[in-house]
């Protein structure tokens, strides 16, 4: 008989080929993976995420399910999983779910949050921060930022090796604030596909820097020929910042 348990969990994707696992590369699910096979008796363990986050993505709440066919108490297989995973990866909350539970299909809602540098250029958050280091107009990305409000069919905004018999996801909030010279982009939806946020993310920084028109979400949605003019920004400003299950 096994059990099925739900992790909670952070990591700092600067060192990682992805969260999926690949051969011979670093991946977060290796890792998770390799750990579980330790603790369950020495038995390969499968881990089911949440979802999937690029190389360089991080993340401070992360979600996974397995299954343990071992007597351990959710402190103690916390513990352990934290004494076997690299510093860069950390557990931080363990629960015991039904057997049906899975951790991608019972999603409610995740949110992304992109941080980008306007001002100087900061070597010391390179991996953590976008350092774009030139102004943009916050007004106007403000602005055309509500345009991804609402359920849409997203597949400009996806990478063109995602192939999906839907592309429609619902965005329930997308905001922009600042803090001195960053920019922080935020996105809540019921799901995100390949590449969906940093091309959504690079279309407002476009839009910002004057090189497209702030209608042109509007428009994109309308006449996918435009999708040509979507640029996908670089990995390292993005984090998975919160995931939400139905009940």
Do not use: W
């Amino acid at each position: 008989m096994f059990l099925r348990y739900l992790i909670y969990f952070s990591y700092d994707g600067s060192n990682f080929n992805g969260f999926q696992k690949q051969p011979n590369k670093r991946c977060v699910e290796n890792m998770l993976e390799d750990a579980l096979y330790s603790i369950n008796n020495y038995t390969k363990t499968k881990v089911t995420g949440a979802g999937r986050t690029d190389h360089g993505v991080h993340a401070f709440c992360q979600c996974a399910h397995f299954d343990l066919n071992i007597n351990i108490t959710l402190y103690k297989l916390k513990c352990a999983l934290n004494s076997l995973l690299p510093p860069d990866i950390h557990i931080f909350k363990v629960i015991q779910v039904d057997s049906n539970f899975h951790a991608r299909y019972m999603v409610k809602y995740k949110t992304y949050k992109y941080v980008l540098n306007c001002g100087e250029y900061n070597p010391i958050e390179r991996n953590y921060v976008y350092q774009y280091c030139k102004k943009l107009d916050v007004d106007k990305m403000k602005l055309a930022i509500k345009d991804f409000i609402g359920a849409h069919d997203f597949k400009c905004f996806v990478s063109d090796s995602v192939v999906k018999e839907n592309y429609v996801r619902e965005i329930y909030d997308a905001s922009i604030d600042v803090d001195n010279n960053k920019i922080v982009f935020s996105f809540t939806a019921t799901g995100f596909m390949k590449y969906q946020v940093r091309n959504m993310v690079g279309t407002l920084v476009k839009i910002g820097n004057g090189k497209l028109n702030v209608d042109f979400i509007k428009n994109v949605f309308l006449d996918n020929t435009l999708k040509k003019y979507i640029t996908t920004i670089k990995p390292e400003g993005l984090y998975l910042v919160d995931i939400e299950y139905f009940n």
